[in-house]
């Protein structure tokens, strides 16, 4: 005859289970925080981008060959960022972008309506995107690097607005000096 011994522990099944995941669960580390955005609205992380473009005193504009029908596009969306339509701008832009997808000038634009929707993503690829289609001097230069600036500082990178900055910087070309 064979005894069989059953510890009483065993006899239900939930209850290995439970302890195992009372194991598990005093093992368990703490999650990382997320990085805490800073206060600015896009609203103002926009006014800022565009500020830096007026801000600009390049003796380098350059403005490339216009197509009439995505101007009209770009005036009708900023149209719509006025009335505070941001999903009928870009929807405009993006048609826009369809007809060019190289347009250094759309893009930017693109990406100055994604900080309004809170895309961050998106902005900072589409201002990538521009600065390097672009002519890398100029307004829309310091448009574009003062884009990655206004993410950087809501991901509160201090680093890497700091170097964006000193991009938007050096998008200056200042004029010779005449005497």
Avoid at 129 to 137: A, H, I, N, R, T
Avoid at 138 to 158: K, M, S, Y
């Amino acid at each position: 005859m064979i005894m069989q011994f059953r510890s009483p522990v065993f006899r239900t099944p939930l209850l290995p289970a439970a302890m195992a995941a009372a194991l598990l669960a005093a093992c368990a580390q703490p999650a990382p925080e997320a990085p805490k955005p800073t206060g600015k609205s896009n609203v103002a992380m926009v006014a800022e981008i565009q500020a830096a473009g007026e801000r600009d005193k390049s003796v380098i504009n350059v403005h490339p060959l216009i197509d009439p029908g995505i101007t009209a596009l770009q005036a009708a969306a900023r149209d719509d960022e006025r009335n505070g339509q941001y999903d009928a701008a870009a929807a405009k832009l993006d048609m826009a972008l369809k007809r060019n997808p190289e347009s250094p000038d759309v893009l930017q634009d693109r990406a100055e309506l994604a900080v309004y929707m809170g895309n961050y993503e998106l902005a900072s690829k589409l201002a990538q995107q521009s600065w390097s289609l672009g002519s890398k001097q100029g307004p829309l230069c310091a448009r574009n690097w003062q884009t990655i600036v206004e993410i950087r500082q809501h991901a509160n990178d201090a680093a890497g607005a700091e170097a964006a900055n000193k991009n938007v910087e050096a998008c200056r070309e200042p004029g010779i000096q005449r005497f």
